[in-house]
């Protein structure tokens, strides 16, 4: 099964990603190819785990510049060569010598995903703390619980895990696991009962909102 962290790596040897992909791929992991940081979206820098094949001193230093500008709950993974000098900047990552050992690597990857599975137990929208596990919110401004359903909780951590956004029809099929052909007007009403409980105005979501068809959770 897919892992619901997002891989991503940029390798300029094809043949070293395609080898990684394969071997990731029995461990239960989906990873995504760039060629250079230039097909990267912001989406991407969510949750993600980057491993950067590294040739040189000065590529590492012109990936760390970006990398700097972009940070956002991502860890970084990087393959090189031993001569080339350790970073030493003030975010996550863990440097493997060339050759590596593809166990090494996978133990680093699973300890990372342990990491985000448990960040992502509790999670903030506006003045409100999601308690994935109890399936509640908790409003910072009296200490109140706000009980969610089971369908809320569901929906909450769906597209939370879909960093580009989610349709109607993807919520339909993976949320309530019909086919994207039914019927809307259920999924609607409760997306508005989800904002009556996040949105400070759920006629103007702010947390809960939609761009271009697809729905985003804002957190903050």
């Given amino acids: 099964m897919t892992k619901v962290t997002n891989l991503i790596a940029i390798f300029k040897r094809n043949l070293l990603f395609f080898e990684l992909q394969r071997l990731l791929k029995k461990e239960g992991f989906a990873v995504n190819f760039k060629k250079d940081f230039k097909s990267l979206k912001k989406s991407d820098f969510r949750n993600s785990i980057f491993i950067f094949e590294i040739a040189s001193e000065n590529e590492l230093r012109n990936i760390l510049s970006l990398l700097k500008k972009n940070q ?65 919110l908790i409003n910072d401004a009296n200490g109140d619980f706000i009980k969610l359903t089971d369908l809320e909780n569901k929906l909450i951590n769906f597209i939370l895990n879909k960093n580009d956004g989610c349709t109607k029809n993807e919520i339909l099929k993976n949320v309530w696991e019909h086919s994207a052909k039914l019927e809307t007007h259920t999924m609607e009403s409760l997306i508005y009962r989800l904002r009556k409980k996040i949105e400070d105005d759920p006629n103007q979501p702010r947390t809960l909102i939609q761009i271009n068809k697809k729905y985003y959770l804002n957190r903050g």
């Fill in 72 to 136: 956002n709950s991502s860890n970084f993974i990087f393959i090189m060569n031993k001569k080339i000098k350790t970073p030493t900047e003030n975010f996550n990552f863990k440097t493997l010598n060339q050759p590596i050992m593809f166990n090494d690597l996978l133990r680093y990857i699973k300890t990372l995903e342990t990491t985000f599975s448990k960040e992502k137990l509790n999670i903030r929208f506006g003045n409100k703390l999601y308690d994935r596990l109890n399936s509640k």
